[in-house]
C-alpha cells in the first residue's frame, strides 16, 4: 500500500522528518519491528494523517500483534496504591485501578483505537486490559470498533453493552444491524428489553417472522431479506378475510401504512401480484346506506366489479418506484388472436407505465400491439362500436404515446412506419361489417386515425428546432437542429406520400385539405427564416404540397355553380379563405412558384364569383340535379359573391406585396395588372352612363380611388413610374375642382405632389402655397419661406421658427438638416438665453441621428461639429450663458453614437473626427465651470460600453473550446456555452474590418491628445502637458484608465494600451508603493468585475498584480490594505492551474472566462475526486508556509493556524508558548501589555486529542497559565481553565490539584488576596469533568461530603445531571445510593436530594425503586421538608400507572396516604386525586370529565364569604395546578376505585372528603347500584331540610354527581342504539329509543328518581325558598347532561303535568 506521510508544504526541517518517518515505514513494510521510541519518534514528526497512515501501515504489517502490544503497554503506567485517596466505597462504581493513562501517550491510544479491533483475540485482551485501568476515555471508541470483531464474544459484548450509556448503547446496536455475525446477539438484545422489536429485522427470516405482529406498528423494513415473510404475512390475512373483498381492501391498505417505501421493482412486483391474485376491493361511494348494502354483499362473498361504488384495490402508491417500466409493460403484453392485449388483471399497472414512459423505450410494446391488432378489433376502434374490448384498451393506451415523441431517430421511424404499415393493413376495402357507415365515412375514419398523430407531433419538432436553431452554429455542425426538423419534414413525407395517397381517391378535397392543412398549419409558422439546408429542404418541400396538392384541390372545394354539390356557403368560404391565410400566405415570400399558383388560385376564384348584375338581382335560380334531373331552388347571397371578390382582390395585392419584398418584379407585375383588370378595367354606371372605373376614379374621389391609392402605396418604383400619368391626371383634376386639399397627404405619401403641381396651370400664390404646406425644405422656396419665418419680431415665434425649420429639415435629408443647422449656428447668437435653449433641446434629441447619418456621408461631419462649436463658443461668450448642462449631455450623446456606430464599419476617421468635437465642447464646458485646473482632470463621461458582439472565432468554439471544457470540466457547461454564443451574437464568423476594442480606445485617448495639444500648443508652461494622457501613475491618468477599462468590459485585453497601464502601476509599486499600492487594487478590483468566472487567476497579469501587491504589502508593513490584497493573492495561489488553460490562446482564455460563470473543474472518477482534494489541501499547507515565511504573525490569521491544527499539526510546538512580542508583525500587532503573554492556537479538545504528547502538554500549560492571570477577564480565564482541564494531557490528580488550589485562592486561604471571579471559573471546571480521563476519581472528590457542602448546590445537581448521561444507569444509581447514606447524606440540600429522587425515578431499576421506597419510609425518622415529601409524592404518582419497576414502589407511598392523610398535608394527599381514567374504545361510559372543578377564583382576605367557601376553593385552586396523569386498563382502574374509597373513609378534611367522594365515583362502571348510591348521595346533599343555602362543597357534590347519574344513564342508553337490537330505519325514526326508554333499567330509575324530585316540588310550598332551591339544583344537575339527549323527553314523558305546573309557578321553579 502507498504511505502517505502527510508532510507537505516545504517547511524548513521537512526533509528530516520525511527521512526519519521513511525507515520506519519502511521497516514495517519489511516486517521488521522498529522498536517503539523510533516509532513514537516518527509519530511525532508526522502530522495527524500521517499518523493514520502508519497506522494502517501498521494494521497490514506481519509484526502487527507485537508493535500494537507494544505500543498499548507503553501507553500506560502502573497504579501506585497510595497514588489517590479516594473513597474505596465511591470507587466500587469504578472499572477498576491496576494502572493508569500515561497522559504523554493519549494520542498513541486514540491512534491504536483504529488497530486494535482488527487484532482477533489480541484485540480483545488489549480491550479487556484497558477495561481494566482507571482510563475511561476510549471505552466507548473501542467498544464500537470491537462489535465488528468476530473474536469478541457475545457474551463479553453483552456485559459491555450493559455497562454503556443510551448513545453508546444505540451505536452498538446500529453497528450491530450491519455486522453478520451478530444477528443473534440482536436477539438477545431485544429479548432483554435493551433494543426496540423494530431491531429484529436485520435478523434472520425466522425471526422476524415469529416478531413480525409485534415489529408492524414500527413500520417494515429490509425488503431485500424479508419479503417473503412480509407477503406470507399478507397473504395469510387475506385468507382471514374468507371470500369478504371489502374486508381484505382494509388489510391491504393498513399493511400499507407499516411499509414506508419499496425501493426494489422486484418486491413491488410481487407485492402487486399478491394483490392481483386475491383481488381486495374498497368502497368509492358515500352514501352510508349505499355503503352498509355493499358491505352486506361483501360479507357474503357476492361482491365484484359489476357494482356501482366499488373498484379494486391496488398499492398505486408504488409504482412510480418501479425501474425499467418498459420490460414490465413488455412483459405483461400478451399476443392473442384477436390481438395484443395487456393482461387483464394488471391493465391498470400497463396505463400508468405507459402514460410514463418515453415511447423510445416502449418500442417493442408499442410494435408488438400494432402488428397484432386483428381487422374486426382495428375497425371496432375506429367505428367506436359499442362492444368494449382488451384490445380497444390497450391500442388506445399504446397509440397516446405516438405524440410525444418530437425527434428524429431510429426508434420514432420505425414506431411511425408500424403505425402507417397497420392502418394500410386494414384497408377500408377490406371492410365486411361497415357498420351503416357509408364507403366515404369509413375512408374518413381511416384516414383520421392514422393522421391524428401527425398534427402535435410535427408542430412541436419544428418548434423545438426554430428555437434550437438559435442557440446553434449558423454554418458549423447542426445536427441537433437537424433531427427536429428532419423529424418534420419525415412526418410530412409519410403522411402525403404513404397516408393520403391511399385515400386521395376515397376522400373529398376538403377531407384531404383539412387534414394536410392541419399539419401545415402548426409547422410553418415555426419554419425559421433563417437560410440554411435544412430549413430549405423542408421549405422546398412544403412549397411544393401547396403548389400540387392543396391549392389545386382548394379551388375544387368552392364552386359557384348552383348544380354542383361544392356550391359555395358561407362556412365553405370561411374554411376556404382561413387556409388561404394559414397556410398559403406565410409562405409566398419563400417561393415565386407558390406565387405564381396563389395568384391564378385567386384569379379563377375571383372570376368564379364575378357574376351580372341582372343574375345577381334575381332572388332564387332553377337549379337541376345532374343525376337525378330534380329540380331545386336555391337563394342568392349577394354578400356571398361580393365578399369573395373583395377578398381576392386583397389576396392579389398580398401576392404582389410579397413577390416585391422578395424582388419577383415579374409575378408583381403580373398581380398588379391582374388587380387592375378586376378593379379599374370594369364598367360601372356613373352620371346616366356606363364608365371605366379608371375614369371614374379621375372624376371624383370615392371608394374605387381609395382602394387604387391604398394599392399604389406598396407598388415598386418600377410599377409605380407605370401608373404616374393616372395619378397625375387624378390629382389635376382635384386640383380643377379645388379639392386637391383632400388628396394632398395620398400625393404626398406617393412623392408625386410637384408632378401634379407642374401639370397645372396655377398662379404663383397658389403655386406657393402648395409648395409650402406639401414639400419638404429640399425645395427652394420652402427653404426661404421658413427662414423668413425665422426673422419675425416676437422672440419665441422666432425661437419655434428655428426649431420649426430644423425639424422640416430632419424630415427631408441630412444634406438639408446640416444647411439648415448652419444657419440656425449663425441667426440665434443674439437671442434671448431665454429661449436658446429650445434650439438646444432639439439637438439634444437628434444627436444620435446626426452622428449616425453623417458617418455615412463624412462631408457634412465638419459643417456640423463646426456649427455645434459656433453655438457653444458664442453661448459662452455672452453673460447669460445657457449651453453649459445642454453640451454636456450633447457632447457625450456624441460620443457614445460615434462609438456605438455599426461595428462592422470601423469608419475611423469619421468617428474620430466626431469624437474630438466633442471633447471641444467638453473642454470649453469645462473651462468656463472649472477653468485650466477642470480640464487638466477631464475624464471621459461614457455611458456606454464596448458591445461583446464579435468577439470569439466560430472555429475557435467547436475546434478549441469543446474539448477544453469536455475534458476537463462539464459538458453541460459547453452547452450553455454555445447557447450564448449564438443567441448574443458572440461569434466572429469571418475576418472582415469591424471596429476592435483597441480601435475605439485608441479613437478617445488620440482624440483627447489633440484636442489638448491644439488648444495648448501655444502654452508651455503647463507641465501636465508632457506626461501621457493615459499615465497611471498619476491621479488624473489613473482615473481615464478606469473609465476606459469599464468601457472596453472583458474585451479590456485586447486593448495594448491598457495592458500597458495595468504593467505600468504594477511596475510603478516598487518605486512609490505608498501611492500605487491602492491603485492597483482599485485596478485589479475593477477588472475582476469584469468577469463572471470565479478563474480569473488564469490571466498571468492578474496573478502578477496579486504577487506584486503582496510582496509590497509584506515589505512595507501596509495593514491597510493587507486583507483585500490577501484574499485576491490566496484565491489565486490556491486555483491557479486546477484546470489546464495552456492549450487556450489568450483571447479564447479571456472569452471563456467572461461568458462561462458555472465553469470549474469536474472529477469524472473517485479517484480523480479524491486527487483533487488532496491537491487543494496541499496547495493549503503551502499558501500557509508563504505566509508564515513573509511574516511569522501570519501564525494569527485564523486560515493559516487553521491549516495548520488540520494538516501540520506537528508544527505547532514551533509556536505554542512563544511571547506575542516574538510573533508580532505585520498580521497582528501585539499591543505592548500582553508582548510577553505566551501565544497559543484556538483549538478545540478534538484537535488537541490528534496532536502529540508533547504539543498537547505544551498547550496546556500555556492555558493553565493564561486561566491563572488576574488581568484577564473572567470568561477568558473560564475558557482557557476549560481547556486546560479537556486536554488529553492533564491527568485527573492535575485536575483535583487544581480545583484546590482554586478553592483555595478563591478564598484567600493560600495567603493571597480572596478572588470572588474564582467561583464562576471553579464551576466552568466542573461541569467539563467529564471530558476528562479518569472522571471516576475526579467524582469522588466532588461528591465528598466537604466539596459538596462548600460548592453551590446547582452546580452539584448539574453534575448529577450530567453523570446520567455520561454513565450506565447502574452505576448512576449506585452513585445515588452512596450520596443518600452515610455522611454524604447530612451534606445534602433540599435541592440535591429532590434531584437524586428524581434520577432513582428516572433510572427506574429494581435498585432505584428499593432506594426510593427507603427514602419514603425514613421519611419522619429523617425529618425531611414537606417540600421534598411533596416531590416523593409526585414522582410515585407519575410511576403509579405506568409498568416499571417504581410501580409498587408507588403504589405503597399512595396506600399510606390513602390509609393515613394525616401523615401528610392535604396538598400533598390531594395529588392522588390527580390520576383520572379514560377509556381508548369509545363505547365505553366514563365518568371522568364530569369531575370538573369550579372555575370561580378564591376570595380576597378583605372579600366577606363563608371561610368554608374559601377553603374549599383554596382546595381546588391548588389541585387544579398540578399536573394530571391519565391511564386507561381497567385493572389499574378497579385498584384506584379501591384506594379512593379508603382514603374518603380516612380523611379528616370533610372538604377534601367531598373532592375524594366525588373522584371515586370517576372509576365507577355504570350499574343500577351506582345510581341506587348517586341517589342517595343526591337525596343526602340536596334535599335536606333546613335554613340557609347549599354552601360550595355541597353545591359542587350535587352538580357533579348530578351530571354523574346523567352521564351514565345516557351512555347506557347511547350504548344500546350501537349495538344491532334495532334496525336503522327503527334508530333513524326516533322509534329505537322511545322502546329503550320503556324497558331500559337505567332508563326507568332515572323516570323514578324525577319522579321523585317533581313531587318534592309540587308538595313543598313556594314560600319555603330554601327547600325548592335545594331540589332544583339536584333537578339542574342531573338535566344539564341528559336533556341534550334524544331519549330524555321520553324519561320525562310521565312527568308533564308535573313539569308544567311548575313552570307556571316561576321563581326558583324556572330553573327546572
Known amino acids: 500500500m502507498v504511505f502517505a506521510h502527510g508532510i507537505e508544504g516545504g517547511f524548513p526541517g521537512d526533509d528530516e522528518r520525511v527521512k526519519r518517518v521513511l525507515d520506519v515505514a519502511a521497516a514495517i513494510e519489511g516486517g521488521q519491528h522498529p522498536g517503539v521510541q523510533r516509532m513514537l519518534s516518527a509519530m511525532e514528526a508526522m502530522p495527524f494523517g500521517g499518523r493514520t497512515a502508519l497506522m494502517n501501515l501498521i494494521a497490514v504489517s506481519k509484526m502487527r500483534d507485537d508493535i500494537v502490544t507494544d505500543l498499548f503497554d507503553s501507553c500506560f503506567v502502573a497504579q501506585a496504591d497510595t497514588e489517590d485517596e479516594v473513597d474505596d466505597d465511591f470507587m466500587l462504581v469504578s472499572c477498576g485501578c491496576t494502572s493508569r493513562l500515561n497522559t504523554q501517550r493519549v494520542y498513541v491510544l486514540k491512534l491504536l483505537c483504529m488497530v486494535i479491533p482488527r487484532c482477533g483475540a489480541l484485540g480483545v485482551s488489549l480491550y479487556k486490559k484497558y477495561c481494566s485501568s482507571t482510563s475511561t476515555t476510549f471505552r466507548s471508541t473501542l467498544l464500537t470498533g470491537m462489535v465488528r470483531c468476530k473474536e469478541f464474544s457475545d457474551a463479553d459484548l453483552l456485559e459491555a453493552f450493559e455497562g454503556t450509556v443510551e448513545a453508546g448503547k444505540k451505536t452498538i446496536i446500529d453497528i450491530c444491524k450491519e455486522t453478520q455475525h451478530r444477528k443473534q446477539f440482536i436477539e438477545t438484545l431485544v429479548s432483554k428489553g435493551y433494543a426496540p422489536v423494530a431491531t429484529l429485522f436485520s435478523c434472520s427470516s425466522s425471526v422476524v417472522k415469529a416478531n413480525l405482529t409485534k415489529m408492524l406498528p414500527g413500520g417494515l423494513t429490509n425488503f431485500k431479506e424479508h419479503i417473503a415473510v412480509y407477503l406470507e404475512y399478507l397473504e395469510q390475512r387475506f385468507r382471514a378475510c374468507g371470500n369478504d373483498k371489502l374486508m381484505m381492501g382494509r388489510e391491504l391498505r393498513e399493511f400499507e401504512k407499516h411499509i414506508p417505501n419499496i425501493r426494489e421493482t422486484e418486491h413491488i412486483m410481487a407485492l402487486i401480484d399478491l394483490v392481483v391474485k386475491y383481488a381486495p376491493m374498497e368502497i368509492t361511494e358515500t352514501r352510508s346506506f349505499v355503503r352498509e348494502h355493499l358491505e352486506s354483499i361483501a360479507k357474503q362473498g357476492k361482491l365484484d366489479d359489476k357494482y356501482e361504488g366499488v373498484k379494486r384495490a391496488y398499492p398505486e402508491r408504488f409504482v412510480p418506484l418501479l425501474k425499467k417500466p418498459e420490460s414490465i409493460v413488455m412483459n405483461l403484453l400478451s399476443v392473442t388472436p384477436e390481438g395484443a392485449v395487456f393482461k387483464q388483471d394488471y391493465k391498470w399497472l400497463c396505463d400508468t407505465l405507459v402514460s410514463r414512459s418515453k415511447p423510445v423505450l416502449l418500442l417493442d410494446a408499442i410494435k408488438t400491439c400494432l402488428a397484432n391488432l386483428g381487422h374486426k378489433d382495428f375497425w371496432n376502434i375506429l367505428m367506436n362500436g359499442k362492444e368494449q374490448s382488451a384490445v380497444r384498451d390497450t391500442y388506445k393506451v399504446i397509440t397516446t404515446q405516438l405524440c410525444w415523441q418530437t425527434r428524429h431517430n431510429r426508434v420514432t421511424r420505425e414506431l411511425l412506419d408500424t403505425f402507417i404499415a397497420l392502418h394500410l393493413k386494414h384497408a377500408p376495402h377490406t371492410v365486411t361489417d361497415k357498420q351503416g357507415f357509408s364507403d366515404e365515412d369509413v375512408w374518413r375514419l381511416l384516414i383520421s386515425s392514422l393522421t391524428s398523430p401527425f398534427v402535435q407531433v410535427a408542430g412541436r419538432a419544428a418548434k423545438t428546432g426554430s428555437t434550437k436553431l438559435n442557440t446553434w452554429s449558423k454554418t458549423g455542425n447542426r445536427t441537433g437542429i437537424t433531427s427536429y426538423y428532419g423529424y418534420a419534414y419525415v412526418l410530412l413525407e409519410r403522411l402525403v406520400d404513404k397516408c393520403l395517397q391511399v385515400s386521395e381517391q376515397h376522400i373529398p378535397d376538403s377531407l384531404y385539405i383539412s387534414i394536410l392543412g392541419n399539419v401545415l398549419k402548426v409547422v410553418i409558422p415555426h419554419i425559421s427564416s433563417e437560410d440554411c439546408p435544412v430549413v430549405n429542404k423542408i421549405v422546398e418541400y412544403i412549397v411544393g404540397l401547396l403548389c400540387s396538392k392543396v391549392i389545386p384541390k382548394l379551388g375544387q372545394t368552392i364552386d359557384f355553380d348552383h348544380s354542383s354539390k361544392h356550391y359555395v356557403t358561407n362556412a365553405k368560404l370561411q374554411t376556404f379563405w382561413e387556409w388561404c391565410n394559414d397556410i398559403c400566405v406565410p409562405m409566398l415570400a419563400r417561393s415565386e412558384k407558390l406565387r405564381d399558383a396563389f395568384l391564378g388560385l385567386m384569379n379563377e376564384t375571383h372570376r368564379k364569383a364575378t357574376l351580372s348584375e341582372d343574375y345577381l338581382a334575381r332572388k332564387f335560380v332553377e337549379c337541376v340535379a345532374k343525376d337525378s334531373g330534380r329540380v331545386s331552388y336555391v337563394q342568392l347571397d349577394n354578400n356571398l359573391y361580393s365578399s369573395t371578390c373583395?377578398?381576392?382582390?386583397?389576396?392579389?395585392?398580398?401576392?404582389?406585396?410579397?413577390?416585391?419584398?422578395?424582388?419577383?418584379?415579374?409575378?408583381?407585375?403580373?398581380?398588379?395588372?391582374?388587380?387592375?383588370?378586376?378593379?379599374?378595367?370594369?364598367?360601372?354606371?356613373?352620371?346616366?352612363?356606363?364608365?371605366?372605373?379608371?375614369?371614374?376614379?379621375?372624376?371624383?374621389?370615392?371608394?374605387?380611388?381609395?382602394?387604387?391609392?391604398?394599392?399604389c402605396f406598396g407598388l415598386s418604383k418600377a410599377l409605380l413610374e407605370d401608373e404616374k400619368p393616372m395619378l397625375v391626371a387624378i390629382g389635376k383634376h382635384a386640383m380643377q375642382r379645388k379639392a386637391f386639399q383632400s388628396v394632398d397627404t395620398d400625393f404626398k405619401k406617393l412623392g408625386l405632389t410637384m408632378d401634379v403641381l407642374d401639370a397645372c396651370d396655377l398662379d404663383d400664390a397658389t403655386r406657393t402655397k402648395w409648395i409650402l404646406q406639401s414639400q419638404n425644405v429640399g425645395n427652394t422656396q420652402v427653404r426661404e419661406d421658413l427662414q423668413k419665418q425665422t426673422t419675425g419680431g416676437d422672440m419665441h415665434v422666432r425661437m419655434a421658427a428655428h426649431v420649426n425649420l430644423l425639424e422640416r429639415s430632419r424630415q427631408t435629408n441630412l444634406q438639408e438638416t446640416v444647411t439648415s443647422l448652419k444657419y440656425v449656428s449663425e441667426r440665434i447668437k443674439n437671442e434671448a438665453g431665454l429661449t436658446r435653449p429650445q434650439v438646444y433641446e432639439w439637438i439634444s434629441r437628434n444627436t444620435s441621428w446626426l452622428v449616425t447619418e453623417s458617418i455615412g456621408a463624412s462631408e457634412h461631419i465638419e459643417v456640423i461639429t463646426h456649427a455645434l462649436d459656433k453655438m457653444l463658443r458664442d453661448d459662452v461668450s455672452k453673460r447669460d450663458t445657457v449651453a453649459k448642462n445642454h453640451f454636456v449631455r450633447i457632447s457625450r450623446d456624441i460620443i457614445t453614437a460615434a462609438l456605438n456606430y455599426d461595428q462592422m464599419q470601423p469608419k475611423l476617421a469619421e468617428r474620430k473626427q466626431w469624437i474630438v468635437a466633442a471633447m471641444k465642447m467638453q473642454w470649453l464646458v469645462t473651462k468656463t465651470i472649472a477653468g485650466e485646473e477642470g480640464w487638466k482632470l477631464y475624464n471621459w463621461d461614457l455611458s456606454t460600453t464596448y458591445p461583446h458582439t464579435n468577439w470569439l472565432p466560430e472555429a475557435d468554439l467547436e475546434g478549441v473550446l469543446k474539448p477544453f471544457i469536455h475534458g476537463q470540466c462539464r459538458p453541460y457547461d459547453y452547452d450553455l456555452l454555445r447557447a450564448k454564443v449564438y443567441s448574443e451574437k458572440l461569434y466572429k464568423s469571418n475576418d472582415e474590418a469591424y471596429l476592435t476594442p483597441a480601435d475605439a480606445v485608441s479613437l478617445l485617448v488620440t482624440a483627447l491628445d489633440e484636442v489638448r495639444d491644439e488648444h495648448f500648443k501655444l502654452n508651455k508652461e503647463n507641465t501636465w502637458l508632457q506626461s501621457r494622457s493615459l499615465d497611471p501613475t498619476t491621479p488624473e491618468g489613473f482615473t481615464r484608465v478606469l473609465s476606459l477599462l469599464r468601457y472596453a468590459g472583458a474585451r479590456w485585453t485586447e486593448v495594448p494600451c491598457l495592458i500597458d497601464a495595468f504593467n505600468e502601476v504594477i511596475k510603478a509599486l516598487k518605486d512609490l508603493p505608498s501611492f500605487h499600492l491602492g491603485n492597483c487594487l482599485n485596478l485589479t478590483n475593477t477588472v475582476l468585475g469584469l468577469y463572471s468566472s470565479p478563474m480569473w487567476y488564469e490571466l498571468p497579469i492578474l496573478r502578477e498584480a496579486c504577487e506584486a501587491m503582496m510582496e509590497v504589502v509584506v515589505a512595507h508593513q501596509y495593514r491597510v490594505h493587507l486583507n483585500a490584497v490577501r484574499a485576491l493573492w490566496t484565491t489565486a495561489e490556491l486555483g491557479q492551474g486546477v484546470v489546464n488553460f495552456d492549450k487556450l490562446n489568450a483571447l479564447q482564455k479571456n472569452f471563456i472566462l467572461a461568458k462561462c460563470p458555472t465553469l470549474k473543474k469536474k472529477a469524472k472518477t473517485v479517484a480523480e475526486a479524491e486527487a483533487d482534494k488532496n491537491a487543494l489541501a496541499v496547495r493549503t499547507v503551502v499558501l500557509s508556509r508563504k505566509l508564515l515565511g513573509y511574516c511569522k504573525s501570519f501564525v494569527f490569521c485564523p486560515d493559516v493556524a487553521k491549516c495548520l491544527i488540520s494538516k501540520r499539526d506537528d508544527l505547532l510546538g514551533d509556536y505554542i508558548g512563544k511571547p506575542q512580542g516574538e510573533l508580532s508583525g505585520l498580521f497582528h500587532e501585539v499591543k505592548a501589555g500582553v508582548s510577553k503573554t505566551p501565544f497559543n492556537f484556538g483549538m478545540t479538545p478534538t484537535d488537541l486529542a490528534s496532536t502529540t504528547g508533547a504539543i498537547a502538554c505544551k498547550y496546556s500549560t500555556v492555558s493553565l497559565q493564561f486561566g491563572m492571570m488576574r488581568s484577564n477577564n473572567t470568561s477568558v480565564r473560564s475558557e482557557a481553565i476549560v481547556n486546560y482541564v479537556k486536554s488529553p494531557t492533564t491527568s485527573h490528580t492535575d485536575v483535583i490539584a487544581l480545583l484546590k488550589d482554586l478553592t483555595a485562592r478563591s478564598a484567600g486561604t493560600d495567603g493571597s488576596e480572596a478572588d470572588d471571579s474564582l467561583n464562576h471559573i471553579i464551576e466552568s471546571v466542573i461541569l467539563s469533568i467529564f471530558s476528562t480521563d479518569a472522571v471516576w476519581f475526579i467524582l469522588a472528590y466532588l461528591l465528598s461530603p466537604q466539596v459538596i457542602a462548600s460548592s453551590p448546590h446547582r452546580t452539584t445537581a448539574t453534575i448529577l445531571t450530567n453523570l446520567?448521561?455520561?454513565?450506565?444507569?447502574?452505576?448512576?444509581?449506585?452513585?445515588?445510593?452512596?450520596?443518600?447514606n452515610g455522611s454524604r447524606r447530612s451534606s445534602l440540600s433540599m435541592f440535591l436530594h429532590k434531584q437524586i429522587l428524581r434520577m432513582l425515578c428516572e433510572a427506574g431499576t429494581a435498585e432505584a425503586a428499593e432506594l426510593f421506597i427507603s427514602e419514603w419510609r425514613q421519611r419522619v425518622e429523617r425529618k425531611d421538608k414537606e417540600d421534598t415529601v411533596k416531590e416523593m409524592v409526585k414522582l410515585a404518582l407519575s410511576h403509579l400507572i405506568k409498568d416499571s419497576h417504581l410501580n409498587k414502589a408507588a403504589w405503597e407511598v399512595a396506600s399510606d396516604i390513602a390509609k393515613d392523610p394525616a401523615c401528610v398535608p392535604d396538598t400533598t394527599a390531594l395529588l392522588l386525586l390527580t390520576v383520572s381514567w379514560s377509556s381508548v374504545n369509545p363505547c365505553d361510559v366514563s365518568l371522568s370529565p364530569c369531575f370538573r372543578l369550579p372555575h370561580e377564583a378564591v376570595p380576597a382576605p378583605t372579600e366577606e364569604v363563608p371561610e368554608r367557601k374559601r377553603v374549599f376553593l383554596k382546595l381546588c385552586k391548588a389541585l387544579s395546578e398540578e399536573v394530571q396523569h391519565s391511564f386507561t386498563?381497567?385493572?389499574?382502574?378497579?385498584?384506584?376505585?379501591?384506594?379512593?374509597?379508603?382514603?374518603?373513609?380516612?380523611?379528616?378534611?370533610?372538604?377534601?372528603?367531598?373532592?375524594?367522594?366525588?373522584?371515586k365515583y370517576t372509576f365507577s362502571k355504570p350499574s343500577v347500584e351506582l345510581l341506587e348510591e348517586l341517589q342517595g348521595h343526591l337525596t343526602a346533599s340536596g334535599l335536606r331540610e333546613g335554613e340557609g343555602g347549599l354552601t360550595s362543597p355541597e353545591f359542587f357534590t350535587v352538580e357533579r354527581l348530578g351530571m354523574m347519574y346523567s352521564t351514565a344513564v345516557s351512555g347506557v342508553l347511547r350504548q344500546v342504539m350501537e349495538t344491532e337490537k334495532y334496525t336503522q330505519v327503527q334508530k333513524g325514526q326516533g322509534v329505537a329509543i322511545e322502546e329503550e326508554c320503556k324497558v331500559n333499567p337505567y332508563a326507568l330509575h332515572m323516570r323514578a328518581f324525577l319522579g321523585v324530585l317533581y313531587n318534592k316540588l309540587l308538595d313543598t310550598s313556594p314560600r319555603d325558598v330554601v327547600t325548592v332551591r335545594h331540589v332544583a339544583c339536584v333537578v339542574v344537575g342531573i338535566k344539564s347532561v341528559m336533556q341534550s339527549q334524544p331519549g330524555f323527553r321520553h324519561i320525562v314523558a310521565p312527568h308533564e303535568t308535573a313539569v308544567s305546573t311548575i313552570k307556571e309557578s316561576g321563581g326558583h321553579f324556572a330553573r327546572v
Open 1364 to 1380: 446520567t448521561n455520561w454513565a450506565p444507569t447502574h452505576k448512576v444509581v449506585g452513585i445515588s445510593g452512596l450520596l443518600l
Open 1529 to 1559: 386498563d381497567a385493572e389499574t382502574r378497579d385498584r384506584f376505585y379501591a384506594l379512593m374509597q379508603e382514603f374518603e373513609k380516612n380523611v379528616a378534611n370533610d372538604m377534601l372528603q367531598v373532592l375524594v367522594r366525588v373522584k
Open 646 to 711: 373583395a377578398k381576392a382582390l386583397v389576396k392579389i395585392l398580398t401576392v404582389a406585396s410579397a413577390a416585391e419584398k422578395a424582388k419577383d418584379s415579374a409575378v408583381e407585375r403580373k398581380a398588379w395588372c391582374l388587380w387592375k383588370s378586376f378593379v379599374l378595367d370594369v364598367k360601372v354606371r356613373h352620371g346616366g352612363e356606363w364608365k371605366q372605373v379608371k375614369d371614374v376614379i379621375i372624376l371624383e374621389q370615392g371608394q374605387p380611388y381609395t382602394s387604387y391609392v391604398t394599392a
